[in-house]
């Protein structure tokens, strides 16, 4: 039975690189000199540290910017609520890498597919979604109501099964 699945996944390599180049910008601009801008990635997370707030929205808006250079959808990134004092006058702000579909977004596109009444079935699967049908242009139906209809998250399609 052809089938494919629906899933959250960022390319972690592009972010890596992403993240030395933002490094390699904040230590060659004037406006970071003297001061102990940085920013590091860790397992699924990126920190951001500098002295003011301002600091942090000029580090964010590189990082946004180098992210969308290397093709990587800014919808992976999830800017943490505040921004914490780490001692003495600096700040750090997290942001987390999205990875899998949340259980939210899956029960959204299962939802959906039900009631397309197309003779397509969605199965949550752990953090992806497995859609399965008789016909291959169902599934390319399926495909496309997912993109039309779910935006608030970077959703691609994999493991195409015929």
């Not at 970071?32 to 801008?37: E, I, L, Y």
């Not at 997370?45 to 990082?63: C, K, N, P, R, V």
């Not at 987390?96 to 579909?101: E, P, Q, S, W």
């Not at 496309?144 to 195409?160: G, Q, R, Y």
Request: with cysteine; hydrophobic share 40%; net charge positive.
């Amino acid at each position: 039975m052809p089938s494919f699945d629906t899933l959250c996944a960022p390319n972690f390599v592009e972010i890596k690189n992403a993240v030395t180049n933002v490094e390699k910008e904040i230590a060659t601009r004037f406006d970071f000199k003297g001061s102990s801008a940085a920013i590091e990635l860790k397992d699924k997370e990126i920190f951001a540290f500098g002295d003011s707030e301002f600091h942090l929205t000029q580090i964010e808006d590189i990082l946004r910017n180098k992210l969308s250079k290397r093709s990587v959808d800014i919808r992976f990134l999830n800017k943490a609520d505040g921004i914490q004092k780490i001692g003495g006058d600096k700040v750090k702000q997290v942001f987390t890498l999205k990875n899998g579909v949340d259980s939210d977004t899956a029960k959204k596109i299962q939802r959906l597919i039900k009631d397309s009444k197309l003779k397509t079935q969605a199965a949550i699967q752990g953090d992806v979604v497995r859609i399965s049908g008789a016909k291959r242009d169902d599934l390319q139906a399926a495909m496309a109501l997912i993109k039309d209809h779910i935006k608030d998250a970077p959703l691609s399609f994999d493991n195409f099964r015929d």
